[in-house]
């Protein structure tokens, strides 16, 4: 499977300011995703980020307070934009590997987030 | 709206204890269903995955899982369980032609030696 980096591993911020969230793949991948954890909750998927197209974002999620880069098939940054505690959450970038008809996605080690 | 419910938040075994994890899903339609586990201080990782054929499928580490599909669930399950098994099982579901994964809220296992 690819293998997936992210940057930074964790951070802690202050509140209204922005951090900006790196995904790097060792491969070229069509589809990545960032997906949000908050504490003790699931994964809940914040956008999906085609290379070369606008990022589509689910709902309760904008493009203002998440805005996403997709330069190339193996990079992608997340930006966490006019933060406040409620944004204290990890962070996660995933890839799509299709492999035939089958879709599986990986998963980085994710960006824990502390905001003051 | 789709949706994974996973009902065992918090599972404590002994060691060679068996396993076995609910999932159902909301989705009525063709789905694949995967689970994934993150051990302490790792990252997510996939356990094992079904798309079509069996529904009884097995995956790392002695895990399997069996689809159900007129009940909806997933279920996973593992016959004898390890110290090392303790981690956060996900449940995810991707619902028909769609990219998105949809988890469920996750199980914390703790096994005791």
């Known amino acids: 499977s690819a293998v997936i980096s992210q940057k930074p591993s964790r951070d802690i911020c202050q509140r209204g300011t922005s951090l900006t969230i790196q995904c790097q793949v060792d491969s070229q991948v069509t589809m990545m995703f960032w997906y949000r954890q908050q504490p003790g909750q699931s994964l809940t998927l914040i956008a999906t980020?085609?290379?070369?197209?606008?990022?589509?974002?689910e709902s309760g999620f904008v493009i203002d307070k998440f805005p996403i880069s997709r330069p190339n098939l193996t990079f992608s940054t997340l930006t966490v934009s006019n933060m406040s505690p409620e944004d204290s959450s990890i962070y996660l970038c995933s890839v799509e590997e299709v492999r035939g008809a089958k879709n599986i996605q990986y998963f980085g080690a994710g960006t824990r987030l502390s905001v003051l | 709206a789709q949706s994974v419910s996973q009902h065992n938040h918090h599972v404590i075994l002994s060691e060679a204890a068996s396993l076995e994890l609910g999932c159902n899903y909301s989705?009525?339609?063709?789905?694949?269903l995967f689970w994934y586990v993150q051990y302490p201080g790792q990252h997510l990782q996939l356990l094992l995955k079904y798309f079509s054929g069996d529904p009884l499928v097995k995956g790392i580490k002695g895990f399997e899982a069996e689809f159900i599909k007129s009940k909806f669930s997933f279920n996973l399950r593992k016959p004898s369980v390890q110290w090392s098994d303790t981690a956060e099982y996900f449940c995810a579901v991707n619902p028909g032609n769609t990219d998105k994964l949809i988890f469920g809220t996750g199980t914390r296992l703790q096994v005791f030696p």
């Open positions: 989705y009525g339609g063709t789905v694949n």
């Open positions: 980020a085609n290379q070369g197209s606008e990022a589509t974002y």
